[in-house]
């Protein structure tokens, strides 16, 4: 399996990572869903747009220990360090990620598309200015605009429930899902709607599928053409040190 999957990206001529909480796991940051997952032990509806903008008093301290305090101290780990050399060494063209931890960037990575936005930014929910999270002085009470006529609540830059897609990592997305002939999915199973299609638009566009997960997934026996079993960290330093060999 690795073997093949060394060729198949030696052989790609534009290579898209598709990633999601899996690979962030082992940076500490539990995932969503599933058995020890944030869900598990808290209420989504603290990430209920209109439940943000009507009781953010009962939201936002659960959001800024969740997403700031704890979040914030995570680290790259070798996978998103080895996929952030590969994009400088031409490897890989870009990644697609569902993870709001921007972890892939502090890694180095340049090509990141963020699909369900980040948690390093703030926009205000009026005057739609965005803030860098590292502006803003973050205490129990909310965020507000610091423009001084404005004022109004700030929202963290990743989406709530009830939100869209953001539109630019929308539209580069299914430009990579129909432009790219290897996608190597990791460390996501492929239920979230609409980030799950990317891969298989991908697929339907004729690109050959490497996953890379610890069990299973939706795509596993639809669309993966070669299944790596196993943490993203090990499979990545195994896949690195034969890219090396050759
Ligand atoms: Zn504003």
């Given at each position: 399996m690795l073997l093949h999957a060394t060729k198949l990206i030696n052989t790609a001529k534009r290579v898209t990572i598709f990633t999601g909480a899996g690979i962030s796991v082992e940076s500490g940051i539990p995932p969503f869903?599933?058995?020890?997952?944030l869900w598990s032990k808290y209420d989504?509806?603290?990430?209920?747009l209109d439940y943000y903008l009507n009781k953010t008093e009962l939201s936002w301290p659960i959001i800024k220990e969740l997403?700031?305090?704890?979040?914030?101290n995570a680290k790259p780990n070798a996978a998103h360090k080895i996929l952030a050399n590969w994009e400088q060494s031409g490897i890989i063209r870009e990644i697609i990620t569902q993870?709001?931890?921007?972890l892939h960037q502090q890694a180095g990575?340049?090509?990141?598309?963020e699909f369900h936005g980040t948690a390093d930014n703030f926009i205000c929910t009026k005057c739609q200015t965005i803030y860098n999270t590292k502006e803003l002085v973050l205490t129990s009470e909310a965020p507000l605009c610091l423009n001084k006529n404005c004022k109004a609540l700030l929202k963290p830059n990743f989406i709530f429930f009830g939100e869209g897609i953001p539109h630019r990592a929308y539209e580069a997305s299914l430009y990579a899902a129909h432009h790219s002939d290897l996608f190597i999915v990791v460390g996501?199973?492929?239920?979230?709607m609409p980030a799950s299609q990317i891969p298989i638009i991908a697929k339907q566009n004729g690109a050959k599928i490497i996953e890379i997960n610890t069990s299973p997934s939706n795509y596993s026996d639809r669309i993966t053409d070669v299944f790596i079993q196993g943490k993203a960290t090990q499979v990545f330093k195994q896949l690195n040190g034969l890219l090396e060999k050759q």
């Open positions: 869903r599933g058995e020890g997952g989504p509806i603290i990430l209920d997403f700031y305090d704890f979040f914030g993870n709001i931890d921007s990575t340049k090509a990141v598309h996501t199973t492929g239920e979230i």
